[in-house]
Each structure stands twice: as C-alpha cells, then as structure tokens.
C-alpha cells in the first residue's frame, strides 16, 4: 500500500489543467523503449485530452493544439510520430518584444496622448483654411480636456499658451477664430451626459432614497 503523497511534494505539474494522471501517462510513454508502442499510447493520451475538452471541438486546429500540449506536457522529450510539426522549446519560452509607448510622461497628462499626436499631424499640413480649422478644433478639444480634469474654468490664453508650448512654437490660434468655445457650453455637455457635479449628487440621492435605514 503506497503511503498518502501531498501535492507539495510531488512535482510541479507543466499543465495543470490535463491533472496529475494524464502527466503520468506521458511520462509512462518517455519510459516505453518501443516506438510503436509510444506512437499508440500517445495516440490514446490524445484521445483523452480531447475528452476533457469538448467545447473546444468546433475550434479550429484542435488536434493540433493538443498535441503541441503533448510535447510540452514531455518537456519537449517525447519521440513519437506526430501529425503536425513538433513545437520548439526555444520559440515557447522566447520573451515577445518590449512595447514602445508613444510617450511615457507626459507634461500635461489631462490632455492625452492623442492631443499630441493631433499636434505632430498639423504641424505637417501646407498653410491654409483646413490646418487653421484642424488648429482651432485642436485648442478646442484640448479646453473641453482641461475642464474634464482640472476645474469649472479656464482662460483661452492658458489653453493657447499650452497649445504653443506643445507645438514648439509652431502652431496658433489665428484671432479672427478667437475665441475659443465658451467653457459653459462644454459644462453643459457634460452636465448632459451624466458627468457634472450636480447629475452625480443627483444620482447619488437616488441611490441612498433606495436604501434601508436602521
């Protein structure tokens, strides 16, 4: 009678969704000197796998995927005739590529990232009645930005200023499209849609009048 084993103190399982038993199958299968005898048992443990996975039966290229799980339940080891192309160890455990962010830090947050990525585009147009229009929609969007994230008003000249300073001194507002839009017409928006002060303490209301009082 085998004495009473803890898991932690067997070894780790590589998947542990398959369980311990179907591991130990595989590992029976790297025992057996018979190649003809690995290739029908491996061919078996397959059928089990796929047994314990019945919805992924529609998924395309479902024999293919049980079987690289078959080689990487072997540690790579296992020789036996396989339908596909046996997986590699090295590409497996290759670390993918590091993402480049636009910008890690930028000096005014509130605004975005896309807010300068607006900027880098018109910098690039030719002179003319569409860049002063993507200019003037620019600051626009970048006062509606300042007033979801930092107070109820703000002066143009502050948001002309950061547009400059963004721009390298490369873009301005032209003064017969000054001013820009009212700082109540956008409050008005967002009162609209659910984000001002006075729609949240109403919302807030009707979630305590629902509430049980002790």
Same mark, same amino acid.
């Given at each position: 009678?085998?004495?009473?084993?803890?898991?932690? /103190?067997?070894?780790?399982?590589?998947?542990?969704?398959? !369980?311990?038993?179907?591991?130990?199958?595989?590992?029976?299968?790297?025992?057996?000197?018979?190649?003809?005898?690995?290739?029908? $048992?491996?061919?078996?443990?397959? *059928?089990?796998? !796929?047994?314990?996975?019945?919805?992924?039966?529609?998924?395309?290229?479902?024999?293919?995927?049980?079987?690289?799980? %078959?080689?990487? $339940?072997?540690?790579?080891? %296992?020789?036996?005739?396989?339908?596909?192309? =046996?997986? @590699? =160890?090295?590409?497996?455990?290759?670390?993918?590529?590091?993402?480049?962010?636009? @910008? #890690?830090?930028?000096?005014?947050?509130?605004? !975005?990232?896309?807010?300068?990525?607006?900027? +880098?585009?018109? $910098?690039?147009?030719?002179? !003319?009645?569409?860049?002063?229009?993507?200019?003037?929609?620019?600051? +626009?969007?970048?006062?509606k930005c300042f007033?979801?994230?930092?107070?109820?008003?703000?002066?143009?000249?502050?948001? %002309?200023?950061?547009?400059?300073?963004?721009?390298?001194? +490369?873009? /301005?507002?032209?003064?017969?499209?000054?001013?820009?839009?009212? &700082? &109540?017409?956008?409050?008005?928006?967002?009162?609209?849609? *659910?984000?001002? &002060?006075?729609?949240? @303490?109403?919302? #807030?209301?009707?979630?305590?009048?629902?509430? =049980? #009082?002790?």
């Open positions: 009678m085998e004495t009473l084993q803890y898991n932690t /103190k067997r070894t780790q399982l590589i998947i542990p969704e398959y !369980g311990r038993h179907v591991q130990i199958m595989i590992n029976q299968i790297m025992e057996t000197q018979d190649r003809e005898e690995r290739n029908k $048992m491996a061919s078996a443990v397959i *059928g089990i796998m !796929g047994n314990m996975n019945p919805h992924l039966r529609d998924v395309p290229d479902f024999q293919h995927k049980i079987w690289d799980q %078959l080689f990487i $339940m072997s540690d790579f080891e %296992l020789d036996v005739d396989s339908p596909y192309e =046996k997986p @590699q =160890k090295e590409v497996l455990a290759q670390k993918p590529d590091r993402l480049a962010y636009p @910008q #890690r830090n930028p000096k005014y947050r509130f605004y !975005g990232n896309n807010i300068k990525s607006m900027i +880098n585009v018109a $910098m690039n147009w030719e002179e !003319g009645d569409l860049k002063y229009a993507l200019v003037y929609n620019i600051a +626009n969007h970048m006062k007033l979801n994230w930092n107070k109820d008003t703000v002066e143009d000249e502050v948001i %002309l200023n950061h547009l400059k300073e963004l721009s390298d001194n +490369n873009l /301005k507002v032209r003064e017969e499209d000054l001013p820009l839009t009212d &700082s &109540s017409e956008f409050l008005k928006i967002r009162s609209k849609n *659910g984000n001002g &002060s006075k729609s949240n @303490q109403k919302q #807030r209301n009707k979630r305590n009048n629902g509430r =049980k #009082r002790y």
